[in-house]
């Protein structure tokens, strides 16, 4: 089993629909845990940090569920700009491991 | 503006040949990280850095050198003992290892092909 997965997609969304991803974890150790989006041929930006209360930036959504492993991406009214590979990351508590999922892809269309 | 600057962007060799691929950052992170990404997997740590001075193998550190002589600079050597050299290559920072919600910051990358 991975150590982090996720749905490869593709998710094909129309204009303004609103999508979610989930991502699972299987090391209770993990400590820190983040959304990347990475454009093609381009290198992962952080889109947030997904902290246990849930947070929230603009369109997006982040909530971490510990007692299920996982943690998921919410984004609402998405627009043609949002079609990327959307990436889980779990760092390790205490050190240097990052652990990366193999990205969703999402497609907005038009 | 504070950030991570690989050079080259694109760069070719012929099998058989050293290759360093650079990376310098101005965030004054103390922690800097080489990861390999390959279609369809997730990014693979190479070597990563906690100081100046100090590195330490990551998971497929085989056929690969660093040196970490200086806070801002964290170069990669790809040598002829890596079988499989041709990769999207990405450097890394963070303000430290082992910091709660410490995310990492990556450089633009590298697209090495190897013939």
């Known amino acids: 089993r991975k150590e982090v997965e996720q749905d490869p997609g593709p998710f094909n969304v129309p204009e303004g629909a609103t999508v979610a991803f989930n991502c699972t974890y299987s090391n209770s150790a993990s400590q820190s845990f983040f959304w990347y989006r990475q454009d093609c041929r381009k290198e992962p930006k952080l889109l947030m940090s997904v902290y246990s209360s849930g947070n929230e930036d603009g369109r997006f959504t982040a909530q971490l569920n510990r007692a299920s492993q996982y943690i998921s991406l919410l984004i609402r009214d998405s627009k043609l700009s949002d079609s990327a590979t959307y990436l889980c990351?779990?760092?390790?508590?205490?050190?240097?491991?990052?652990?990366f999922g193999t990205g969703t892809r999402l497609k907005v269309l038009a | 503006d504070g950030g991570i600057t690989q050079s080259p962007k694109y760069l070719f060799r012929k099998e058989g040949q050293n290759v360093t691929l650079s990376c310098e950052q101005n965030l004054n992170h103390d922690a800097m990280y080489w990861y390999r990404q390959d279609p369809g997997q997730g990014l693979r740590l190479i070597y990563y850095s906690q100081i100046v001075n100090d590195f330490q193998k990551g998971d497929i550190a085989e056929g690969y050198s660093v040196s970490r002589e200086k806070k801002e600079s964290f170069p990669l050597t790809v040598t002829s003992a890596q079988k499989n050299p041709t990769a999207f290559y990405l450097c890394?920072?963070?303000?430290?290892?082992?910091?709660?919600?410490?995310?990492?910051?990556f450089g633009n990358g590298t697209r090495l092909t190897v013939t």
């Open positions: 890394a920072s963070s303000i430290s290892t082992g910091l709660r919600n410490s995310p990492l910051h």
């Open positions: 990351v779990v760092n390790i508590e205490g050190t240097y491991k990052y652990i």
